[in-house]
């Protein structure tokens, strides 16, 4: 089946310091991309939609300028978590919809581990 | 707004009971609802959606629009069941699953 990888699995920063997080569609293209936020023992949290050669699409209550989002090509979205600080620290999760066939099928990355320290 | 509400955190059923995750959603259109499962140390996948009417693994779920609800079942659990189940509701365009809200997961423990 198709496949989202993203990298780092795991990443420590230190507090103030930008990481990016990048996701990658392997065998289709996705013209949409999703990134979420995991707390432990939480359920998923949207923060913003992806889209291919626009603006990414954000959740009330994210900060657009924290957290930015790349989609510059069919297959890759990168989410650069600025200034991070410790409060920062989650798993973030990527999700890109294959929009090929009728079943518009969503597949999820493995995400990413970030510490800020 | 779209809510999805998961109300067990933690199921836990003995190997060859029933088993019945609970899920209801709150649309004001024509829902999409999915069923996501984790298990321990891997990545989310999709269990199966409604408008499929599939069998994965044994598992069901059955849109209930008048009770809003889109309960997962199996009528005999088995210890490779055991993983957090995660009910999702689809976005504004039906059928493109375009913005998915997650519940807030149910942890399935099936012990012998």
């Known amino acids: 089946g198709a496949v989202v990888s993203q990298h780092p699995s795991w990443v420590i920063c230190k507090s103030g310091t930008s990481v990016k997080i990048e996701c990658r569609s392997l065998d289709f293209q996705a013209t949409t991309m999703f990134w979420y936020r995991q707390f432990p023992k939480q359920s998923l949290m949207l923060m913003a939609t992806s889209n291919e050669g626009s603006k990414a699409t954000y959740e009330q209550g994210v900060e657009k300028d924290k957290f930015l989002i790349n989609h510059a090509s069919l297959t890759l979205s990168t989410l650069t978590v600025t200034s991070a600080h410790p409060e920062d620290s989650s798993f973030y999760i990527c999700s890109a919809r294959d929009a090929q066939g009728s079943q518009n099928t969503i597949y999820f990355g493995e995400g990413s581990w970030l510490t800020v320290v | 707004a779209q809510r999805v509400t998961q109300p067990e955190k933690l199921l836990s059923v003995f190997k060859g009971a029933p088993v019945e995750l609970k899920c209801n959603y709150s649309?004001?259109?024509?829902?999409?609802l999915f069923w996501y499962v984790q298990y321990s140390r891997q990545r989310l996948q999709l269990l199966l959606r409604?408008?499929s009417r599939e069998s994965i693994k044994g598992f069901t779920a059955d849109l209930n629009k008048g009770e809003t609800s889109f309960h997962l079942k199996k009528p005999f659990a088995q210890e490779e069941d055991s993983a957090m189940y995660y009910c999702a509701l689809g976005g504004e365009n039906t059928g493109t699953a375009s913005k998915l809200t997650f519940g807030t997961g149910t942890r399935l423990q099936v012990t012998l």
């Open positions: 409604h408008i």
């Open positions: 649309y004001s259109g024509s829902p999409e």
